[in-house]
């Protein structure tokens, strides 16, 4: 039974890359044409090379030297790893459950019987730990590429044509790369504001939110995406005042809205402030600190606001200044975006793009999963992502989790659906840690029980997420979610409850 269910799946990969037929694959393939894109001169040199060492560049490289493929990658920072490893996803990471282990000590410790005299926090020490795990992982991944025989170019590189890189290396030479095919993933930057100049110290991005000196009495964030609320833990938790500016009308729009509510509550509750429906005018840093000028987004009368620290975090934007895209005739969209089809192949034949460059979320386990696909196709397989099944997870406390279609998109489609919800506050495991705030929700079909989405929030919902990404993804239902035996105690059978919520009725509430 087991190889016959391989069998299917495999033949169910197959027919979806074939007929393309999901939403997000459709728009993915405006460019109908494909080619492998062997140049027919100057490119005997690699089979595949890469312009980028992020999640998605050096998984792709790595991958595609497993596959036989002659490899080379190039990054311009001298570290892989790209923003995620160094100046993102996994520095934050650290910061906030750094944060997080300071905020307990202080005010729940005691509730388990564990008492200090003081607790303090040594801000130098806290980044130490930081850099050290960044440091650590960066050389994890030269690592494995040594492992899989990559090579590794450190430098800037920039097309001389579709299958030349010249690159000026970080020791002020200059080299050129030969490939048979170029894959682009070069990942992406911080948005910038009109009127609005980072300068890392006062105005910070997200890179100058992870490397503060000190601790900001007051702290404003633009922007209340993923990574603004995420640092703004990190601060509030520290000790700072933290006001989170929005232009929208609510935080985090993509998410199911009957979760942000209750999410947006908890933040509250943590101390931060939120002003939403509110654009930023203009700031001043003439000052010892800095002065906005805030403005209703409809408009309306002006009001100031001062802060120590300005974080501005309006989103990101495809990287792609300085590969000289235009020389070779690489198609963009209105935001910046390398257009690609199904492939991942460009309008320029042997020229290929992935992860943040290309339509999509910008997300690291995205641009890995096109990484992998895109090499498969190169080695002649066939490569596989649904990016209607990618999870989204904000690192807070609770944290939330979310992957599938949110209640609006279902009742956008005019589907009839079902919904179980189930509460930590009834599950064994959250309330014998004392950490059981947040709840389960699932959405599945009326008359099918297909699962359509799930969303979860809960002190470790990024890892309760996966076994709901794998019910979507082999269009299980919610009694077989139901049925699966969850081990007890544990925070995973708020999973199951609420699954047994969906199509029949939970047992614990």
Same mark, same amino acid.
């Given at each position: 039974?087991?190889?016959?269910?391989?069998?299917?799946?495999?033949?169910?990969?197959?027919?979806?890359?074939?007929?393309?037929?999901?939403?997000?694959?459709?728009?993915?393939?405006?460019?109908?044409?494909?080619?492998?894109?062997?140049?027919?001169?100057?490119?005997?040199?690699?089979?595949?090379?890469?312009?980028?060492?992020?999640?998605?560049?050096?998984?792709?490289?790595?991958?595609?030297?497993?596959?036989?493929?002659?490899?080379? /990658?190039?990054?311009?920072?001298?570290?892989?790893?790209?923003? /995620?490893?160094?100046?993102?996803?996994?520095?934050?990471?650290?910061?906030?459950?750094?944060?997080? $282990?300071?905020?307990?000590?202080?005010?729940?410790?005691?509730?388990?019987?564990?008492?200090?005299?003081?607790?303090?926090?040594?801000?130098?020490? $806290?980044?130490?730990?930081?850099?050290?795990?960044?440091?650590?992982?960066?050389?994890?991944?030269?690592?494995?590429?040594?492992?899989?025989?990559?090579?590794?170019?450190?430098?800037?590189?920039?097309?001389?044509? @579709?299958?030349?890189?010249?690159?000026?290396?970080?020791?002020? *030479?200059?080299?050129?790369?030969?490939?048979?095919?170029?894959?682009?993933?070069?990942?992406?930057?911080?948005?910038?504001?009109?009127?609005?100049?980072?300068? *890392?110290?006062?105005?910070?991005?997200?890179?100058?939110?992870?490397?503060?000196?000190?601790?900001?009495?007051?702290?404003?964030?633009?922007?209340?995406?993923?990574?603004?609320?995420?640092?703004?833990?990190?601060?509030?938790?520290?000790?700072?005042?933290?006001?989170?500016?929005?232009?929208?009308?609510?935080?985090? @729009?993509?998410?199911?809205?009957?979760?942000?509510?209750?999410?947006?509550?908890?933040?509250?509750?943590?101390?931060?402030?939120?002003?939403?429906?509110?654009?930023?005018?203009?700031?001043?840093?003439?000052?010892?600190?800095?002065?906005?000028?805030?403005?209703?987004?409809?408009?309306?009368?002006?009001?100031?606001?001062?802060?120590?620290?300005?974080?501005?975090?309006?989103?990101?934007?495809?990287?792609?200044?300085?590969?000289?895209?235009?020389?070779?005739?690489?198609?963009?969209?209105?935001?910046?975006?390398?257009?690609?089809?199904?492939?991942?192949?460009?309008?320029?034949?042997?020229?290929?793009?992935?992860?943040?460059?290309?339509?999509?979320?910008?997300?690291?386990?995205?641009?890995? *999963?096109?990484?992998?696909?895109?090499?498969?196709?190169?080695?002649?397989?066939?490569?596989?992502?649904?990016?209607?099944?990618?999870?989204?997870?904000?690192?807070?406390?609770?944290?939330?989790?979310?992957?599938?279609?949110? *209640?609006?998109?279902?009742?956008?489609?005019?589907?009839?659906?079902?919904?179980?919800?189930?509460?930590?506050?009834?599950?064994?495991?959250?309330?014998?840690?004392?950490?059981?705030?947040?709840?389960?929700?699932?959405?599945?079909?009326?008359?099918?029980?297909?699962?359509?989405?799930?969303?979860?929030?809960?002190?470790?919902?990024?890892?309760?997420?996966?076994?709901?990404?794998?019910?979507?993804?082999?269009?299980?239902?919610?009694?077989?979610?139901?049925?699966? /035996?969850?081990?007890?105690?544990?925070?995973?059978?708020?999973?199951?409850?609420?699954?047994?919520?969906?199509?029949?009725? @939970?047992?614990?509430?």
């Amino acid at each position: 039974m087991a190889m016959a269910s391989l069998a299917r799946r495999k033949a169910y990969l197959l027919s979806r890359n074939l007929s393309n037929t999901s939403s997000e694959a459709v728009r993915y393939s405006s460019l109908t044409s494909f080619s492998r894109g062997y140049a027919s001169s100057g490119s005997d040199d690699n089979d595949v090379v890469v312009v980028g060492g992020g999640p998605g560049g050096y998984v792709a490289a790595i991958k595609a030297s497993q596959l036989g493929l002659k490899t080379t /990658c190039i990054e311009k920072r001298g570290a892989l790893g790209g923003t /995620c490893l160094n100046v993102g996803c996994i520095p934050s990471k650290a910061l906030l459950h750094s944060s997080h $282990m300071y905020h307990e000590a202080k005010h729940a410790f005691h509730n388990h019987g564990v008492k200090f005299s003081s607790v303090e926090v040594d801000l130098p020490a $806290m980044m130490s730990q930081k850099d050290k795990a960044v440091s650590n992982l960066t050389r994890g991944i030269e690592g494995l590429f040594k492992k899989n025989k990559v090579t590794y170019v450190k430098g800037y590189g920039k097309f001389i044509s @579709p299958s030349e890189i010249s690159v000026d290396t970080i020791d002020g *030479e200059n080299t050129v790369v030969k490939g048979k095919n170029i894959i682009i993933a070069t990942g992406s930057d911080v948005k910038s504001l009109p009127g609005i100049t980072i300068d *890392e110290k006062k105005i910070v991005s997200s890179t100058g939110a992870l490397a503060l000196t000190e601790i900001p009495k007051k702290l404003v964030v633009v922007g209340a995406g993923y990574i603004g609320l995420e640092m703004g833990s990190v601060w509030r938790r520290l000790g700072s005042e933290v006001t989170v500016v929005e232009f929208g009308p609510d935080i985090v @729009p993509t998410m199911d809205s009957e979760i942000r509510k209750q999410f947006q509550r908890s933040l509250e509750k943590q101390g931060m402030k939120f002003v939403l429906k509110t654009k930023v005018v203009s700031v001043d840093t003439s000052g010892d600190g800095v002065k906005l000028t805030l403005e209703p987004a409809a408009g309306g009368d002006q009001t100031t606001f001062e802060a120590d620290v300005v974080l501005v975090s309006a989103g990101r934007v495809p990287f792609t200044s300085g590969l000289d895209l235009d020389k070779i005739g690489v198609e963009t969209d209105k935001g910046g975006r390398i257009l690609v089809n199904e492939r991942f192949s460009t309008n320029v034949p042997g020229v290929y793009a992935i992860g943040d460059v290309i339509p999509g979320p910008m997300l690291a386990h995205k641009a890995e *999963e096109d990484g992998v696909a895109c090499v498969e196709y190169l080695a002649g397989k066939v490569g596989h992502v649904d990016y209607d099944l990618v999870p989204g997870v904000v690192y807070t406390h609770p944290e939330v989790a979310s992957v599938g279609k949110t *209640e609006e998109q279902v009742k956008s489609l005019g589907v009839e659906y079902r919904v179980g919800k189930f509460p930590f506050m009834a599950n064994s495991r959250a309330k014998a840690i004392d950490d059981a705030e947040g709840l389960v929700k699932i959405l599945a079909d009326k008359e099918t029980d297909k699962i359509l989405g799930v969303h979860i929030m809960a002190p470790n919902a990024g890892e309760l997420i996966h076994e709901a990404a794998i019910a979507l993804q082999y269009d299980a239902s919610s009694e077989d979610i139901a049925r699966v /035996c969850h081990a007890h105690p544990t925070m995973s059978e708020a999973l199951k409850e609420a699954a047994m919520a969906t199509y029949d009725k @939970p047992i614990h509430i």
